[in-house]
Every structure is written in C-alpha cells, then in structure tokens.
C-alpha cells in the first residue's frame, strides 16, 4: 500500500491568473503548500499534479516534484488520479488544494487513518464547524449533514439541515461546512473517475455528490480549523503576513 499526496495546481484562474506562481513571503505559493503536506507523517509521496511548465519549474526549484498533466482533464480528481499513474487498488490518494498553504498536516494523517483503519470508508473528507448565520446561507459555503458514525448524508449549498420550527442552532453540533480535502481509495478513484457526473452533481456544482450518489460511503473528519485559502490577491497579502509571523 502506498500513499500519495496530490496537489492539483493550473495557472489559470478567473479571479487570480497565475496564483500558483504568487510570490508569498519570498517563495511561490505552490512550494509554500508543498512544504507544508510535506510535513504530513502519513504520506509516502508528494506531488503537484499540472498542466504547466512554469508550476513544474517552480515546484523542482524548492525541491519539489510536479508532473504534468493534460490540460483538457475536466477536475482536479482527474488530475490527481492522472499525476499518480498506475496506483493499486489499496493504495490512498490524497486530494490536496493548491491554494491552501497554511493547511494543517495533522488533517491530511486523520483522512489517510480513516481509510487505513475502517475498510468501509471509499473516501473520506472533512468539516469545520459553521459560526455565523451569513455563512450558513451562503451558496459558496457547501454544508454537510452527517449520520451517527459521522458519514455523510448530503452534501449542499443549501442550509440544511433545515429546522422547520426556528432558527437553526449553531450551537447544536448540526451545521458544519465543508472543507476542500479528500483522500480515496485507489479502486474507488479509479470507478469515479469512469463515471459521468450525476444530475445531482451538475445541479449543486458538487463532485462529492456523484461519490454518494455511486453508494459510496464518505467518512468525516471533524476539525475547527477553518483553514485560509487564498482566492484572491488580498487572500495572498493576508496569507503572507501570517506566514511572515509563523517564520518571524
């Protein structure tokens, strides 16, 4: 069994062209997450999985790896499956976002141990606690109601679950947003990937929705990091500071 690691990383982006390549307290943002999966115990290998030169010298040039994948693939799933080649059945791969530097390496162990641990899971992911109202009737904040082993139901962009009687109770442990991770099994990976999205999935914009709608099972992991991302250009001037903090 082996582990890998995946960072999808493209240039392109609508809000931030050449986010990856943006330079953060010294170095580009894509070695910056690399160094922090990097310190991620469970991981055998670590890749950034692209479609660009620019990403794969910058990558090498903080010793990193990259490999380069077609730039016509529809999703970062399909990228990472791509970038980590002729992986086995019982091998976990590790669905990374590029934009996440200061991502916390305790998380990524908990999914690989999820996996490692309880042969039901097909993938697994993660939640951190919903804190306000405006996020919780935000279309850009995907919740995720869960059942009693802490697998997921649904995942939505709508509130749910929905309290008929009043407003909902964030206090109640119900309302949890999802966080951009997921770790799968090989042989999952390898029948999702073959799968045309579900009418689900092109509704809600979701991929998860697709891995339910299979009958996959999806473990949870809870945390209360919230994690920060970056999006736009303010996002990396903030990231920065935190950064420049972090190594002050």
């Given amino acids: 069994m082996k582990t890998y690691g995946i960072i999808p990383s493209r240039f392109g982006s609508s809000r931030f062209p050449g986010k990856p390549l943006a330079i953060l307290a010294g170095k580009p943002l894509v070695a910056w997450?690399?160094?922090?999966?990097?310190?991620?115990?469970c991981l055998d290998e670590v890749l950034?999985?692209?479609?660009?030169?620019?990403?794969?010298?910058?990558?090498?040039?903080?010793g990193g790896r990259a490999v380069m994948t077609p730039s016509e693939l529809p999703s970062g799933t399909d990228r990472i499956a791509c970038a980590a080649g002729d992986f086995a059945d019982d091998d976990i791969l590790v669905n990374i976002q590029?934009?996440?530097?200061?991502?916390?390496?305790?998380?990524?162990?908990?999914?690989?141990?999820?996996?490692?641990?309880?042969?039901?899971?097909?993938?697994?992911?993660?939640?951190t606690p919903i804190k306000s109202a405006g996020d919780l009737a935000a279309k850009t904040v995907v919740k995720v109601v869960l059942d009693r082993d802490d697998g997921a139901l649904y995942?939505?962009?709508?509130?749910?679950?929905?309290?008929?009687?009043?407003?909902?109770?964030?206090?109640?442990?119900?309302?949890?947003?999802?966080?951009?991770?997921?770790?799968?099994?090989?042989?999952?990976?390898?029948?999702?990937?073959?799968?045309?999205?579900?009418d689900l999935e092109k509704t809600e914009k979701l991929e998860q929705l697709r891995a339910l709608?299979?009958?996959?099972?999806?473990?949870?992991?809870?945390?209360d990091d919230e994690?920060?991302?970056?999006?736009?250009?303010?996002?990396?001037?903030?990231?920065?500071?935190?950064?420049?903090?972090?190594?002050?």
């Fill in 33 to 41: 997450v690399v160094e922090a999966v990097k310190k991620a115990k």
């Fill in 48 to 62: 950034v999985a692209t479609d660009d030169e620019r990403i794969v010298a910058a990558v090498e040039k903080y």
């Fill in 98 to 127: 590029g934009d996440e530097p200061l991502i916390d390496p305790a998380l990524i162990d908990s999914l690989v141990q999820k996996l490692r641990q309880d042969a039901r899971w097909s993938m697994a992911t993660a939640v």
């Fill in 155 to 198: 995942f939505s962009r709508s509130p749910i679950p929905c309290d008929r009687d009043r407003e909902p109770d964030l206090a109640s442990g119900l309302y949890v947003r999802h966080l951009g991770i997921y770790a799968y099994r090989g042989e999952f990976l390898r029948r999702y990937i073959a799968e045309a999205p579900c």
């Fill in 213 to 223: 709608w299979m009958g996959a099972k999806i473990a949870v992991v809870k945390t």
């Fill in 227 to 248: 994690g920060v991302g970056v999006d736009t250009p303010e996002d990396a001037e903030r990231v920065e500071r935190i950064l420049l903090e972090r190594n002050s």
